[in-house]
């Protein structure tokens, strides 16, 4: 469950929820669980979520297979930004419960042969902002998820289908009422200081000295 993103999801097996406070994009992440001989999770791998709001480009394109092309583009390049050839590209249909999707992906050849192909799957799941809702009102019920991988871990496009499919809005539960039995809060100490007056609360002042009292 996802308090700030506003939603729940299955978290795909061999991979973990991660810190996601410095995400540029969303409000989780995933990484690899790396294995029993390595300490830290593969660095060219790794998995985004979030609620698909106005902070990205394609948050504004109305419809989920351009969202999802658009998100597949730009994250290409902010994640890979080498020069290359988009290969491989491919679009499939993605159905969260009901709630209809679209994922695109497509892999890098990059310039530098040295360098392995990078792989990109942007999946969008949900309904977007009904047309002339005001803005003030405008609560985006679309959701993301970006996997990224490269030819020496290349993205599951099953587990990324799945885990896109696994997503469902989700709001923390309401705080509960207080409870009737609880005991009074204790009174006030008749004995305390009587508490200071607050910053721009006037004052009366009883003591003036004479020379200071206005002219007569």
């Known amino acids: 469950d996802n308090a700030a993103g506003g939603f729940s999801y299955v ?3 061999g991979w973990k929820v991660s810190d996601a406070t410095q995400l540029s994009y969303g409000q989780a992440l995933l990484t690899k669980i790396p294995p029993e001989d390595a300490q830290d999770p593969p660095n060219d791998t790794s998995v985004l979520l979030g609620r698909l709001d106005l902070k990205l480009f394609a948050g504004a394109v109305p419809d989920n297979s351009g969202a999802a092309v658009r ?3 730009d994250m290409g390049e902010f994640f890979m930004p080498f020069p290359g050839t988009r290969v491989n590209q491919e679009s499939v249909p993605l159905d969260a419960n009901g709630m209809p999707g679209v994922a695109s ?3 890098v050849k ?3 042969a040295n360098k392995p192909n990078g792989q990109i799957w942007a999946g969008v799941v949900g309904a977007p902002t009904a047309p002339g809702t005001p803005r003030g009102q ?3 019920e ?3 998820v970006v996997w990224l991988g490269s030819g020496t871990h290349p993205v599951d496009k099953a587990a990324a289908t799945a885990l896109a499919n696994s997503i469902r809005p989700w709001s923390p539960p ?3 009422p207080p409870d009737p039995n609880a005991p009074p809060p204790p009174p006030a100490d008749p004995n305390a200081p009587p508490a200071r007056p607050g910053g721009g609360v006037p004052v009366p002042v009883t003591d003036v000295p004479p020379e200071m009292q206005p002219p007569a």
């Open 11 to 13: 978290v795909p097996d």
């Open 71 to 73: 998100l597949a583009s």
């Open 105 to 107: 992906f497509f892999e």
């Open 110 to 112: 990059f310039t530098d």
């Open 138 to 140: 405008r609560a985006p």
């Open 142 to 144: 679309r959701w993301f």
């Open 174 to 176: 309401a705080a509960p």
